[in-house]
C-alpha cells in the first residue's frame, strides 16, 4: 500500500459512486468469478506478503540502497492483490499465475533481506518497478537486458522503448506474466529493450506519458543508459503513443519507429462526417491540439523516423496522414508497407526496421547545428537547446527556427514572447568569445555565453534581454492549464468536510469525488491521494496540485484561497466569466494557479475530464474541458460529462477571463 497519507479507497467506503451507464461498455470489463477456496488462498497470500513488506521496509530505513528496490518487490503484490480485490482475473489460468507472482514477490524479500537481490544481476527477462511521483502508486516496467551485458559496466548501451497496444485486459498481473515470459516483437542486439505498461490502456498520455519519464529514471538508477542512443517504437496503440512521443519530444531520440496506431483524433474517428458523429465543442477541437502529432508534424525534421504499416491495415491511416501533414511543412520521412498483410509486421520488414535504426542512431547529436520547433502549448516546451518561456496566445501555432552560427545564433519566431537558449560549448563556435550576436525575428542583440541560458523576452514589440518580468501571473512551463494538465505530476485530492452551501451541489461535489478517484484507479492504476480538506499541511502545498472538491462553506481550503481566485462563489450567486449562475444546482470547475504556491495548480471540483465513454477508443482519450468551466447539476453526470457544460474556455496568458 501507498505511504501517501490517505487514499480514495477509504473514500469508497462511505459515499455511493454515480450508476453506471449501461449503455457504454466498461474498461477495464468485468472479471470471471473467483472459486471460494482460490479467493481465500490468495487473500491469504496477499495479506502475508503485505506484511512482510511492511516489515522490510522498516528493516531497511537505513539502507536506503536497498530500500529503493523495494518497488520491484511490492509489484509482486500488486498485481495479484489489485486482481482480487478489484475484480480483474479475466482468465482461470490467471489464479495460477497470482500464486507464482506472490511467491516471486516472497523469493525478492528474502532476497533483499539478505542484501542479494539476483534480479539486480540478471540478463533476459526482468520484471521492474518504480514508485511515481505523480500518485505513489507502484508501476511495472518490464525490461530485456542483453545476454552479454555485465553489472557495472562503462560502457553505456542503447535503450529501446516499446509502447504496446490495447489490451482492455491488460491488468498488471497480466502485463508481468508476459514480460517474464515474451521478448517482444524486437530485441536488437546489445541493446536494452524497456517495455512500458504506460498506466495501462491510455496510449502513453497524460499520466501514461510520465511513466516513460518515470520508468527511464529508475531504469538508468540500476543500468548504465546512453542517453544519446534512446529509440522510441511501438505498434498498434503503442504506434499511436510512438508518434506522440516522437513529435512532442523529438530531440529526446536518436530515433523512432511507429507502427500502425493513430496520429490525431478527428479524422480517425471520423468525427463531423455523419450525424451520429457530430464533432465536439470549439474548446475540445482547440484541445486536439495537445495530443494531435500531426500538428507537431514540423518537429520530425530533428528527428529521423520510419513509418510501418500493413498494405492492408485501416491503421495505416495513421502514417498516411503524418505523410501528409509533414509535406505541408516540407518534410518526408519513409514509409515501409508490409506487403498484403494486416494489423501486423510483414517478416521481411522487420530487418528493414532494424536496418535502418542501426544507421540512423550514431547520427544523434544533443546539440545540433539548427533546431525547427513547433508547439501549440507550453505542456511542451523544449526542444534541443530551445526553450520557450512565454506564447502570445496558447494553443495556436508557435514555432521557432534556430541555428547555431559562427560568433552566435540567428533565430525566427512566431508567437513566441519569451525564450533562452542553452547551447552549451555549441561545437566551440562560441570558445573564449567574451560576447555573441543572437539575431532574433532580424534584431541583433548581445549576449555573454559564459552566461547560459541565453534568455530574452518581447515588450513593445521588440526582443530585449533577459527573462520576462515577473508582473503578476503569466502562463508558463509546467503552468499553463487546462484542467488535465494537474494530473501529470504530484496531486492530492482535498475532501470536503464542512456543510455544503447548497444540498444537491455538495451532494454532486462528493459523488464527482467518489467518481474520480475510481476513474483513476481504473484508468490510471493507482490510488489517488486523498486528505480532509482540514489535514492539509504547509509540505503538501509545496510538493502537490491540489485538487479541491465542494464549495466555499464545505471545503476550508477553498472558503481561505477564493478572494484570490477570479470568481465569486457564495450561498445567492456564482459568477464566473461575468455571467452569474444560481449555486443551488450550478457549480464552477477550473484549474489555475494555487494562491498558497503560485508553482503549483489548484483544481476546483474535477478529475481528468474524460470519461467513460472515452475508454472505448484511445484516440478519444482526451481533455473534454478546458481551462474552466460553469456545469448545470440539473443534468445528472453520465459517461460523457460531468453535468450540462453551460459555459466553457481558457484563460488568458495572464491567467485572466
Known amino acids: 500500500m501507498s505511504p501517501r497519507p490517505l487514499l480514495c ?93 506472490l511467491a516471486t514477490g516472497h523469493q525478492r524479500a528474502a532476497e533483499l533481506r539478505a542484501g542479494n537481490p539476483s534480479w539486480n544481476l540478471a540478463s533476459g527477462l526482468v520484471v521492474r518497478a518504480y514508485r511515481s511521483a505523480i500518485d505513489g502508486s507502484i508501476q511495472p516496467y518490464g525490461l530485456v537486458i542483453p545476454d552479454d551485458w555485465k553489472p557495472g559496466e562503462t560502457t553505456p548501451r542503447r535503450l529501446d522503448f516499446w509502447m504496446h497496444g490495447r489490451g482492455e485486459k491488460l491488468s498488471e498481473l497480466d502485463f ?13 542486439t546489445g541493446a536494452f529493450v524497456l517495455h512500458l505498461y504506460g498506466r495501462y490502456c491510455c496510449a502513453n498520455k497524460f499520466a501514461g506519458e510520465t511513466d516513460l519519464f518515470e520508468a527511464l529514471a529508475n531504469a538508468r538508477s540500476h543500468y548504465n543508459i546512453d542517453p544519446a542512443k534512446l529509440v522510441v517504437r511501438g505498434f498498434s496503440m503503442g504506434g499511436a503513443s510512438c508518434w506522440q512521443f516522437a513529435t512532442h519530444f523529438s530531440s529526446l ?85 508490409g506487403p498484403q498483410v494486416g494489423h501486423k509486421y510483414h517478416p521481411d520488414s522487420k530487418p528493414q526496421i532494424e536496418d535502418f535504426l542501426a544507421k540512423a542512431i550514431p547520427q544523434h547529436e544533443a546539440i545540433p547545428e539548427k533546431v525547427r520547433f513547433v508547439t501549440h502549448t507550453l505542456i511542451y516546451p523544449k526542444m534541443a537547446w530551445v526553450e520557450l518561456d512565454a506564447l502570445a496566445k ?27 537558449f542553452s547551447p552549451g560549448s555549441a561545437r566551440n563556435l562560441f570558445a573564449g568569445a567574451p560576447k555573441i550576436t543572437v539575431t532574433l525575428d532580424g534584431q541583433r542583440l548581445e549576449a555573454d555565453p559564459a552566461h547560459q541560458p541565453l534568455a530574452f523576452h518581447r515588450a513593445n514589440g521588440r526582443w530585449q534581454k533577459g527573462a520576462l518580468p515577473a508582473k503578476g501571473l503569466h502562463k508558463a512551463p509546467g503552468l499553463c492549464g487546462p484542467i488535465d494538465h494537474a494530473f501529470m505530476s504530484s496531486f492530492l485530492m482535498l475532501r470536503p468536510t464542512g456543510t455544503p452551501l447548497h444540498p444537491k451541489a455538495g451532494a454532486w461535489a462528493n459523488t464527482e469525488l467518489t467518481h474520480a478517484c475510481e476513474f483513476w484507479r481504473k484508468t490510471f492504476r493507482g490510488d489517488a491521494p486523498l486528505k480532509d480538506d482540514t489535514a492539509l499541511t504547509d509540505a503538501d502545498i509545496a510538493a502537490n496540485n491540489l485538487i479541491l472538491w465542494g464549495d466555499p462553506s464545505s471545503n476550508a481550503v477553498l472558503k481561505k484561497i477564493l478572494p484570490m481566485l477570479p470568481i465569486q462563489w457564495d450561498a445567492k450567486q456564482l459568477r464566473v466569466a461575468g455571467a452569474n449562475y444560481d449555486p443551488s444546482h450550478h457549480a464552477p470547475v477550473l484549474i489555475f494557479p494555487n494562491p498558497l504556491n ?60
Open 253 to 337: 531520440w536518436a530515433a523512432a519507429a511507429p507502427g500502425a496506431g493513430f496520429a490525431e483524433s478527428k479524422e480517425f474517428l471520423k468525427l463531423g462526417t455523419t450525424p451520429d458523429r457530430p464533432l465536439p465543442p470549439a474548446w475540445e477541437q482547440t484541445l486536439w491540439r495537445w495530443y494531435d502529432s500531426t500538428v507537431y508534424a514540423a518537429n520530425l525534421s530533428n528527428l529521423p523516423t520510419l513509418a510501418y504499416s500493413g498494405e492492408i491495415d485501416g491503421q495505416k491511416q495513421a502514417a498516411d496522414i503524418m505523410i501528409r501533414f509533414l509535406k505541408e511543412e516540407g518534410l518526408s520521412i519513409p514509409h515501409l508497407i
Open 176 to 188: 508481468i506474466d508476459q514480460r517474464m515470459k515474451q521478448k517482444g516483437e524486437f530485441t536488437p
Open 598 to 657: 503560485p508553482a503549483k495548480y489548484v483544481v476546483i471540483n474535477s478529475g481528468v475530464t474524460f470519461r467513460e465513454e472515452a475508454l472505448l477508443n484511445n484516440a478519444n482519450q482526451i481533455p473534454k474541458l478546458p481551462d474552466w468551466a460553469v456545469l448545470d447539476l440539473d443534468t445528472q453526470p453520465d459517461a460523457r460529462a460531468p453535468g450540462k457544460v453551460l459555459q466553457a474556455g481558457f484563460f488568458n496568458e495572464s491567467w485572466a477571463f
Open 394 to 420: 496558447q494553443w495556436e501555432r508557435a514555432e521557432i527556427n534556430a541555428t547555431l552560427v559562427s560568433g552566435g545564433i540567428t533565430a525566427t519566431t512566431s508567437n513566441i514572447d519569451a525564450l533562452r
Open 9 to 101: 479507497a477509504l473514500l469508497l467506503a462511505c459515499l455511493h459512486a454515480p450508476a453506471a451507464d449501461p449503455a457504454v461498455r466498461p474498461v477495464p470489463p468485468q472479471g470471471i468469478p473467483v472459486p471460494e477456496s482460490d479467493a481465500k488462498e490468495l487473500a491469504s497470500a496477499t495479506k502475508a506478503l503485505a506484511d512482510e513488506i511492511t516489515t522490510l521496509r522498516s528493516e531497511l530505513k537505513d539502507r536506503p540502497a536497498l530500500l529503493a528496490l523495494l518497488p520491484d518487490v511490492e509489484i509482486f503484490h500488486k498485481g495479484p492483490d489489485w486482481a482480487l480485490r478489484h475484480g480483474e482475473f479475466f482468465d482461470p489460468k490467471q489464479l495460477a499465475t497470482a500464486k507464482a507472482q
